[in-house]
């Protein structure tokens, strides 16, 4: 049985970035108290935990007193800023640069459209760790929406200011901006703030599954974008599966010896973890 791995999947650069601040932090002897799911896998948050890393809400910064706090690569809104500060804690910014930079340019948008009573409206999924930053920069009075038919919240007659969520998709993002552009009567911006990096591997992974007659995907079940990816693996290859551990593997998904099986996995997904998948793909046959 031939089992390759994609060599374009596994973390991202802002994923990869975190992590290696968490690990030298542990090596350190620091305590180290994360705020929020480092990424959303569980296997890899497990095996941090297991080195000592414990995960908080923000509410919980304000009752430490020692350690060191990582900010994940979602990035997190001015109030976490300063709870660390108030509590004279060492803090490890690892904030995505791509997303520090779009939160940046969603603050000096919002500042100016305070001048002319305009909306800041932000594409992206309420709740989400990227958004509550992102929100966080407009004294949480952007705009969130979920769908196009979200737009219908807006007042055409005021400026407004179109932003997107790094992982959403680019042409639900055109597809919005086209229908609020359609329907204004201001003025009215919108900016492409995906991330490349992260929407790119759309293409490229439906174009690495449909090379295989298996494919396993491994990703987190809190992922966001481990379900796009495997939702485009699907749609390039129907015999694709889902898997968050090598235990949840099947023998019944590889029919013959002969095959030849694929394993990829998201953004958030740890190179480690598809190795090991990989390899208990291979003990079957």
């Not at 001048?115 to 966080?136: D, R, T, Y």
Request: charged share 25%; net charge positive.
């Amino acid at each position: 049985m031939k089992v390759v791995i994609d060599k374009y999947s596994g973390f991202c650069f802002g994923v990869q970035k975190a992590i290696e601040a968490a690990s030298l932090l542990l090596k350190s002897g620091e305590k180290v108290y994360c705020v929020g799911d480092i990424v959303h896998n569980e296997a890899e948050s497990k095996r941090l935990s297991s080195l000592g890393m414990s995960i908080i809400n923000s509410e919980k910064l304000n009752g430490l007193k020692d350690g060191a706090v990582l900010f994940r690569a979602h990035g997190e809104p001015p109030q976490s800023y300063q709870k660390v500060s108030n509590a004279g804690l060492q803090l490890k910014d690892a904030t995505c640069p791509v997303v520090l930079k779009l939160q940046q340019r969603i603050k000096k948008a919002y500042k100016k459209l305070q001048e002319s009573n305009g909306q800041l409206v932000i594409f992206g999924k309420k709740g989400h760790a990227e958004v509550i930053g992102l929100e966080g920069q407009t004294n949480n009075e952007a705009i969130v929406i979920e769908q196009l038919s979200d737009i219908e919240q807006l007042d055409f007659n005021r400026d407004i200011e179109l932003f997107a969520q790094t992982t959403k998709s680019p042409e639900l993002l055109k597809e919005i901006a086209a229908a609020i552009e359609d329907k204004t009567k201001a003025g009215f911006k919108w900016h492409n703030t995906t991330c490349k990096q992260v929407t790119g591997r759309v293409p490229r992974i439906k174009q690495f599954a449909i090379q295989y007659d298996v494919v396993v995907f491994v990703g987190g079940h809190k992922s966001s974008n481990a379900k796009v990816l495997f939702q485009a693996c699907k749609e390039a290859n129907a015999n694709s599966y889902f898997v968050s551990t090598p235990q949840e593997v099947k023998n019944k998904w590889f029919d013959n010896p002969n095959i030849s099986v694929g394993v990829c996995g998201a953004t958030s997904t740890p190179k480690w973890l598809m190795e090991e998948v990989a390899e208990s793909i291979r003990v079957l046959h």
